[in-house]
């Protein structure tokens, strides 16, 4: 039975939000699952349901063939999990790094990971807890391919749109931040929109409907700026840096007309300057990419 | 004969990138066509397909029932149109703006139409130049709407896309600038991405493809943002502003780590971070908005 209860069985560290969906969506399908958090008492609804709250984080590790760890931060990971003796129970076995953190954070955990003997996976969750265990979530994962493939069923359990980004073990974290930093400046390009509709006086919820109805176009212009980047060429642009740079402008004309904040226009307005500056005007958007560089 | 060419006759005023290839497409579909530019050496193209050029602006505009205006922005629109004798010969006829400008602009131009007599409608052309007169191409439009009854058989020879945004005459204007809003800042957070990607030798159409791919979600999520706003009605976030903002702190710590440009997450951080003062940290991300209203 223990020995059944080893190849099984999961056990979650960390019992937050997101953590404690995890234990409960493994519980749901029908895994083994043992628990561990600081504070014992986040732990009560999932033992009431059948899981087993580990008196401490070696006995925690030491009941499950796979770990997985998701907390706030990496900082926060490490202290629990990197002593001699967290190590040494973990060796051979499969630890599983949830915790939103940077590739170099990633990479930490790997050479820490390798240097006791465990078999490493770090993942991000690019879901809100009440997303996760649906077909269609998307979890990214890298690592060692041997790692992915011990960790592929529970993981998959946790998200049906679960991707392997490769074997640099930093690689999900990566592709977990360059997706954030899109959508976020989106979003707050919205809020920004969202004024101008505000003082117009037309309802912001129906812009929300148009994006949300032209967003596959917008996926594909996208599309093509990360092609033109990924091939560097810049040249025959359909809509110009300047034609671009000269909305800016008018985003900050309008925003004085109707008197709201225009910090995010003149943001960009800075930056686009940088790059008709650099003489990138006749070129493709995406060649502001040089500007950063 | 002259009749017929009033009546079914387009005229097309500024024939930059934009105004030709409308005039191009309004050939294409059989309409008779009269241009007028500033430098008349850009008609050529246009007269060897059959477009009459107009002498001047007032002949231009005597020549059809309906003239379409496409210049860089209004103050060059308004420099061609806003004389008494282009006024005059515009009188009862059906005019359509299509230059890029505010709200503002919109209505100026429209009451300087109104006290002419002029039938007015504004609109905006969410396209680049190749993409005109497809089944899907957008453009938006907003007036009096028996000027839109007047105009529609012509922009949607233009632009299958059509949309008609009501009444205000600025509401075409508003809404192109708010879809730009969206648009831009997405685009910049792109390359903030980019520049993760290629620090961490990931290929950066990858990241392009992911987007692409997941876009019809992301449309859902902006939509949801834009209905929290409308409703303001910021509580029970799945991903609390506070979870938001340690994003940031992400990317900025990355930035640190792969030595590349923060601009970018600073400056949203620092907006976040007003949020966050105001004590808007436990609400839903749109709360935001009222770090800007």
Redesign the interface.
Known sequence: MTTTTQQTGVTVIGLGDMGSVLAHVLLDKGYTVTVWNRRRDKAAALVARGAMLATDVVAAVGASAVTIICV??YAISHGILHTAAVGAALSGRLLIELS?????DARHGERWAAAQGIVYLDGAILA????VGRA?T?IFVSGDRAAYERGVDILQALAGGLQYMGE?P??AA??D??????????????????????T????????????????????????????A???NDFEQP??SLLI?A???D??I??AA??G??D???R??KG?YQRGLDAGYGGEK??A??KV??
Chains 1, 2 share one sequence.
């Open positions: 706030t931060d939103t953190g940077t590739p170099a809100t807890p009440r997303q269609d998307p640099a930093g690689a990566a592709w931040l360059g997706f954030l930093s899109y959508l976020f400046m989106g979003a707050l390009g919205l809020l920004h929109a969202a004024r101008i509709f505000e117009e006086g037309i309802p912001v919820d129906g812009l929300g409907n148009m994006i949300a109805q032209v967003s596959p176009g917008i996926g594909e212009m996208i599309q093509g700026m990360a092609l980047i990924h091939q359909e809509s671009c000269l909305t800016m008018l985003l004309r309008q007309e109707n709201i904040n910090e995010m226009p943001f960009f930056l958007f995406a502001m990419i950063l560089r």
